[in-house]
């Protein structure tokens, strides 16, 4: 199988990239933008440099997108590139243009360009259904095209709703490295009520899921979520964190605003896609934060 990633170089994207190139018979090609042409590859994917190959293109550009794809000639797409993981209020317009534009233009490459595409597999974020901020917002209007063609074309897309990813290498500003920085520093770190109920998933699972979606025989609009089923607030996370380290500091809980919307609960069918995908999470949360832990004091 020829396989198209985008976002490869990203937080998910670099832990996908070890386990797509052990599958066998299997070829990996990474898109990437054309600024990036003479940028170094992260540690994870840099020893394996030998092992995939590499095209350019901006998706906001249909005709470097198209070019891109037919040099790839994949059969199957796994689309993680996203502006706005970690700035959820971005600018309306750049959120559309990536996010949206972007995926559009990568769905008509890998479809109307090209004959070879036989599975198209993006990535979502259960914000969609509330569409609280931009960056949500902007992912379900490109999932909601996604929709319209797999039903109007049959064009086989399928969605991984990712929950709330976490795991070593994540961007410093997420929680989960922000309060382990915090409680390693032996500082307080202040944050909202922390009511909200998550689904944590460690970032290897994530990519394990990815993998089995890309083989599992699923009709044309259907989204797995990619979760553990268990929910754990906030608040509790930070706590977990700080009993973890243990020394100076606190979480401050309460010590900032809530943001206005937020969704109380979001947590994933497991059992639905464990039966779906013969695929569950190996990673529980105590030993996540300790990995992140191990991760941070190298």
């Not at 198209?66 to 797409?77: G, S």
């Not at 479809?111 to 599975?119: D, I, L, S």
Request: proline share 7%.
């Amino acid at each position: 199988m020829r396989i198209l990633v985008t976002g490869a170089t990203g937080f998910i994207g670099r832990f996908l990239i070890p386990l797509l190139v052990t599958m066998p018979d299997t070829a990996v090609t990474l898109l990437r933008l054309d600024a990036e042409r003479d940028a170094p590859f992260p540690p994870e994917l840099a020893p394996l440099r030998p092992h995939f190959d590499v095209v350019y293109a901006d998706l906001r550009n249909f005709r470097l997108t198209a070019r891109a794809v037919r040099a790839a000639a994949p059969e199957c797409v796994i689309h993680l590139a996203a502006v706005g993981v970690t700035d959820p209020f971005m600018p309306v317009q750049a959120a559309l243009r990536h996010n949206l534009t972007g995926t559009l233009h990568l769905l008509q490459a890998a479809f109307e360009k090209t004959r070879t595409t036989q599975r198209f597999i993006t990535a979502r974020t259960p914000g969609e259904r509330s569409a609280m901020n931009v960056y949500a917002a902007s992912k379900a209007a490109a999932w909601n095209f996604c929709a319209m063609y797999a039903r109007t074309r049959q064009w086989p897309i399928l969605g991984a709703m990712i929950f709330q990813a976490y795991g070593p290498g994540q961007p410093a500003q997420n929680l989960i490295p922000a309060a382990m920085q915090a409680a390693l520093a032996g500082q307080d770190f202040p944050l909202t009520a922390g009511a909200q109920q998550r689904d944590w998933i460690y970032v290897t699972d994530i990519a394990a899921g990815l993998q089995a979606l890309g083989t599992a025989d699923l009709a044309p609009g259907a989204t797995v979520e990619l979760g553990t089923g268990r929910l754990t607030s906030v608040a509790d996370v930070a706590r977990r964190i700080y009993a973890l380290v243990g020394g100076a500091g606190r979480p401050r809980v309460g010590a900032l605003p809530s943001r206005p919307g937020e969704t109380a609960v979001q947590v994933a069918d497991a059992t639905r896609t464990r039966a779906l995908l013969g695929w569950e999470t190996a990673v529980d949360l105590e030993n996540g934060l300790r990995r992140v832990r191990e991760y941070l004091e190298k």
